[in-house]
């Protein structure tokens, strides 16, 4: 009787050994195609960032990636070979164009956002931990977080970070298009070229909505009446 119960007692290790080792070979090795089935949401925090077609920045240039542009990263990232301190995440657009970027103009999880208001910047949701920074209107920011009437924001080429008021904020595509689009027409020394650029927004039906027009529209009768 021992003895049977001793078999029966290997044939069940046995069957769990079996049936663990068939679990392992179902996941995906690192680096595998497979591993692609893992997408996370991305926002490009770099203007006009560089999409190639490998890890490499003498890889073949694909295009280009806006600011506050959607994306997905593809769950798998690789250290540049010639610079070992740079890493590339392997992402996808939204027309699934498929390439490397770097991981510095990528922050995971996050929504792209744009200030309508001066909005200052504290160390944390509360209003006693203001610090001597501000992101200013049209200003493009990341939101990493949420916390009430709180965003945990991000800057353009990492440069401000920290919580603002929730209301200083738009998460409207056309508000966020209209801000960085208005923010690089506004930088454009030749001041024909930044009339036509503002124009060019202003005059875009699908800005129409847009919080920002209005102000758009002040700024050219300013520069008019100079």
């Known amino acids: 009787m021992h003895v049977r119960y001793l078999f029966l007692a290997i044939f069940l290790m046995m069957s769990m050994v079996m049936i663990q080792c ?11 195609p497979d591993k692609i089935q893992k997408r996370l949401p991305a926002v490009c925090i770099v ?6 077609d490998g890890p490499s920045a003498n ?3 694909k295009t280009a990636i806006a600011l506050g542009e959607k994306l997905h990263w593809l769950g798998i990232s690789k250290q540049d070979s010639i610079k070992e301190s740079r890493e590339y995440f392997k992402v ?3 027309d699934s164009t498929v390439g490397w970027t770097t991981s510095y103009a990528v922050e995971l999880n996050a929504e792209p956002a744009v200030i309508i208001e001066r909005a200052l910047l504290y160390r944390r949701p509360d209003l006693k931990t203001m610090t001597d920074k501000d992101l200013q209107p049209m200003e493009f920011v990341a939101i990493l977080e949420t916390n009430s009437d709180w965003l945990r924001v ?3 080429n990492r440069k401000k970070r920290g919580w603002i008021e929730r209301s200083a904020a738009s998460l409207r595509e056309d508000d966020i ?3 960085v689009l208005a923010s690089k027409a506004l930088k454009e020394n030749n001041s024909e070229k930044r009339h036509q650029r503002i124009m060019d927004i202003i005059e875009n039906p699908a800005f129409a909505n847009s919080g ?3 102000e ?11």
């Open 212 to 214: 920002f027009i209005d």
């Open 177 to 179: 298009a209209v801000g």
């Open 59 to 61: 890889a073949n240039w």
């Open 92 to 94: 996808e657009l939204s």
């Open 154 to 156: 991000l800057g353009e």
């Open 47 to 52: 203007d006009e960032a560089s999409l190639r």
């Open 216 to 226: 758009l529209m002040q700024i050219l009768n300013s520069d008019n009446d100079e």
């Open 22 to 32: 068939d679990q392992k070979s179902e996941r995906p090795a690192l680096g595998s």
